[in-house]
């Protein structure tokens, strides 16, 4: 079912002003609304709904109103777009969001820092937790750090003096307010400086990073820095990267025995970041072609090609990676014409790889007839029983024929790791299980699958819920560790 986001977002707001709602209705116009299909159906009697998922990206303003459940602008933005969804659709989950920058537009966090003797460095003033308006601001306040070499403490190296100052016009440069002697204080009379919980957490997070900056000394010269990762460290930007270079040219292994030593989990760290942020768009883009069911066959075997990490652990099979799309079973070579074809063979992981069969139908393939077979028994679909005798058909045609031709055997088996064919498993990925509506339905697939030696039969949701585990347990790994008590901080950990 296509849901047209726009749509939903005016008719909304039309339901609002309607009502007299024009407070609630200002905000919505101002925000954008997303709305998609999320795959899960829900039957109303005789009607199937499908279920949807909006989200709501808007101002900061917005943001924190619609995290209000208990706003009045709250409530009524949502039972508007509940009165203004599409029929035979039901809203299953809501998100707001703050609005989101072009990548062009993402503002890096840099800090530049200058040496001021062998031990020490003054960092370049960073600005408290600055408003999106800072050219219209006349105060402001400011961190003005030094890093030192703390000769009585290795982690304690960054010294901090929190600085206001003003300008009299915003085309002028900013001044210090003159400071003011505490030894004046008058009995009963006090000074303070109030932070925001904002502004006391972005004081948190700057200490921690430049904290990190002084893990391995204090930076010498002029060095400007950019954070790429918040547990992962820095990296050297400007001249210094102008020397990471050369010397990249010069000697390779030179270059990385350095970053090694300087910095050992850096690049590990970036990596698996941006192999996190790829498998993130791939479970989007398998979410969003699970809903709206356009995606064909060979669309569904090329998009498991490129991510083999969703099949992941859990099942009889181990972790795969592709041998081949579009293999030939039998009767020629691999990648020769005539013969079983099947959509890609794959092969376990480890020291020594056995070969796998995968075959995709459709989410939308049906598992099951409508009609039953006995009480409380239905009939297999022909495209279920059909899958499961063609993966049968193949593994058997790969073992007998493909695997031993000469030229198969000796291609597969000169990899490193080689690989094997003894008796080889088959998946085949097929339909939905938010078909099975009834018990008698579950009962009738699980009870089929389960006594089914060969092959594995696993549903489109069912991979998609493996692919969000799977990036759940990355998220986790990705996280910074906490830190050691002061009991242990001497002990030698063993990594």
């Not at 909006?54 to 602008?73: C, M, P, Q, W």
């Not at 900056?213 to 400007?238: C, H, Q, W, Y």
């Not at 560790?481 to 990594?495: A, M, N, T």
Request: one cysteine or more; charged letters at 30%; glycine letters at 6%.
């Amino acid at each position: 079912m296509e849901i047209s986001s726009p749509v939903l977002h005016a008719s909304a707001i039309k339901f609002l002003e309607e009502g007299g709602e024009q407070e609630a209705g200002d905000m919505l116009r101002e925000c954008r609304v997303n709305a998609y299909e999320c795959g899960d159906t829900w039957w109303d009697g005789d009607e199937c709904l499908y279920a949807v998922h909006v989200e709501i990206f808007g101002s900061r303003e917005a943001y924190e109103t619609l995290s209000d459940k208990r706003h009045n602008s709250t409530t009524a933005i949502w039972n508007a777009l509940e009165a203004a969804k599409p029929p035979l659709t039901y809203i299953k989950h809501r998100t707001e969001h703050a609005w989101q920058v072009d990548e062009e537009e993402a503002l890096p966090i840099i800090y530049r820092t200058r040496s001021t003797s062998n031990a020490s460095a003054v960092v370049e003033d960073i600005w408290l937790d600055p408003l999106p308006d800072r050219d219209l601001a006349r105060t402001r306040r400011i961190l003005r750090t030094e890093l030192v070499d703390n000769m009585h403490s290795t982690r304690a190296r960054v010294k901090l003096c929190i600085t206001h100052q003003r300008r009299h016009r915003l085309n002028e440069p900013w001044e210090d307010v003159e400071g003011f002697n505490l030894a004046t204080l008058k009995g009963g009379q006090e000074m303070k400086l109030a932070l925001t919980a904002d502004e006391t957490f972005f004081l948190h997070e700057t200490l921690v990073r430049l904290h990190k900056l002084t893990e391995n000394g204090i930076p010498d010269g002029e060095r400007e820095f950019t954070l790429v990762d918040s547990t992962a460290g820095m990296v050297v930007k400007g001249r210094a990267a102008e020397l990471v270079h050369e010397l990249n040219e010069r000697d390779s292994e030179e270059f990385w025995e350095a970053i090694r030593q300087i910095q050992p989990n850096l690049f590990k760290a970036v990596a698996l970041t941006k192999l996190h942020e790829i498998r993130e768009d791939a479970v989007k883009t398998f979410e969003r072609q699970l809903s709206a069911g356009t995606w064909s066959e060979g669309d569904w075997q090329a998009f498991f090609q490129e991510n083999t990490w969703i099949f992941g652990y859990g099942l009889r099979y181990q972790f795969l990676s592709t041998v081949t799309a579009q293999p030939n079973y039998g009767g020629t070579t691999m990648t020769g014409q005539g013969g079983k074809r099947g959509d890609f063979l794959a092969a376990s992981e480890a020291g020594r790889r056995f070969t796998v069969l995968v075959e995709i139908k459709k989410p939308g393939t049906r598992l099951l007839d409508a009609q039953l077979y006995r009480n409380k028994v239905y009939v297999l679909s022909k495209e279920l029983v059909g899958g499961v005798t063609q993966v049968q058909s193949n593994c058997r045609t790969w073992e007998i024929e493909g695997a031993r031709l000469e030229d198969n055997r000796e291609e597969l088996e000169a990899g490193s790791p080689p690989t094997h064919t003894i008796q080889p498993k088959g998946i085949l990925i097929i339909g939905n299980l938010w078909e099975l509506d009834q018990n008698a339905k579950r009962t009738t697939f699980e009870l089929f699958r389960r006594n089914l030696q060969n092959p594995d039969v696993i549903t489109f949701d069912e991979l998609l819920a493996r692919a969000r585990h799977l990036l759940l347990n990355e998220e986790r790994s990705l996280r910074p560790k906490e830190p050691l008590s002061d009991e242990h901080e001497d002990e030698e950990l063993d990594f």
